[in-house]
């Protein structure tokens, strides 16, 4: 195994333990033996913890984001279509790991966010990038008129990130997917009614 593989591998391995069990909980010794590592080959790979923390950063950005891009970008459905499949694909996600895991950024973020600034800072990055899709989806909603054109799409944007993690949040605490399911069904209806009906005016 090459030192690039053999690097790709602990990423790989301490993110899944990461996700499952927590960042500061996760021991480097604990991370080496599920990887096959020898035991003081870590630094050769990183430079500290908190180097390694930025690539489980990166890892589960990338992975995210792609889950976002495949979904938010598909132009063969309508905006809030893509909008409503990226919820139930993370609906069945949540469920298939016993609705425990929740989000490993939201995890992330929670948990280093007030201890670790070089973390926090690049928590805050990815992000960012994320409303910035979920943002783009919503200018495509503007265009096909299904959301009213002076809807400040940023702020909505924002505004489905943060009930998205605080639905995920509340989820791991009952150990249910119905926050989940809740915020996601007040958001869609709200997009389908978000063009009140004209009222016929009055006779006389």
Same mark, same amino acid.
């Given at each position: 195994?090459?030192?690039?593989?053999?690097?790709?591998?602990?990423?790989?391995?301490?993110?899944?333990?990461?996700?499952?069990?927590?960042?500061?909980?996760?021991?480097?010794?604990?991370?080496?033996?599920?990887?096959?590592?020898?035991?003081?080959?870590?630094?050769?790979?990183?430079?500290?913890?908190?180097?390694?923390?930025?690539?489980?950063?990166?890892?589960?950005?990338?992975?995210?984001?792609?889950?976002?891009?495949?979904?938010?970008?598909?132009?063969?459905?309508?905006?809030?279509?893509?909008?409503?499949?990226?919820?139930?694909?993370?609906?069945?996600?949540?469920?298939?790991?016993? *609705?425990?895991?929740?989000?490993?950024?939201? *995890?992330?973020?929670?948990?280093?966010?007030?201890? *670790?600034?070089?973390?926090?800072?690049?928590?805050?990055?990815?992000?960012?990038?994320?409303?910035?899709?979920?943002?783009?989806?919503? #200018?495509?909603?503007?265009?096909?008129?299904?959301?009213?054109?002076?809807?400040?799409?940023?702020?909505?944007?924002?505004?489905?990130?943060?009930?998205? #993690?605080?639905?995920?949040?509340?989820?791991?605490?009952?150990?249910?997917?119905?926050?989940?399911?809740?915020?996601? *069904?007040?958001?869609?209806?709200?997009?389908?009614?978000?063009?009140?009906?004209?009222?016929?005016?009055?006779?006389?």
């Amino acid at each position: 195994m090459g030192r690039t593989n053999t690097r790709e591998e602990i990423v790989r391995k301490g993110a899944e333990l990461i996700h499952a069990q927590g960042f500061n909980a996760t021991g480097l010794q604990q991370i080496l033996q599920a990887a096959g590592i020898p035991k003081g080959s870590f630094y050769f790979y990183f430079k500290s913890k908190e180097d390694f923390g930025l690539a489980i950063i990166d890892y589960f950005s990338a992975i995210i984001g792609e889950i976002f891009t495949h979904y938010l970008s598909d132009g063969k459905i309508p905006p809030l279509k893509r909008l409503e499949k990226l919820f139930g694909f993370f609906e069945a996600a949540f469920q298939k790991s016993g *609705n425990a895991r929740g989000c490993p950024i939201g *995890n992330l973020s929670l948990e280093l966010a007030g201890t *670790n600034e070089r973390l926090r800072l690049h928590l805050a990055g990815v992000i960012e990038t994320l409303i910035a899709q979920l943002a783009s989806c919503l #200018e495509e909603a503007k265009r096909d008129q299904s959301i009213p054109s002076d809807l400040n799409t940023a702020d909505t944007a924002r505004f489905i990130f943060q009930g998205f #993690e605080g639905a995920v949040m509340h989820m791991k605490v009952v150990k249910s997917i119905e926050p989940f399911q809740g915020f996601r *069904n007040f958001l869609l209806e709200y997009f389908k009614n978000i063009y009140p009906p004209r009222l016929s005016a009055p006779r006389g």
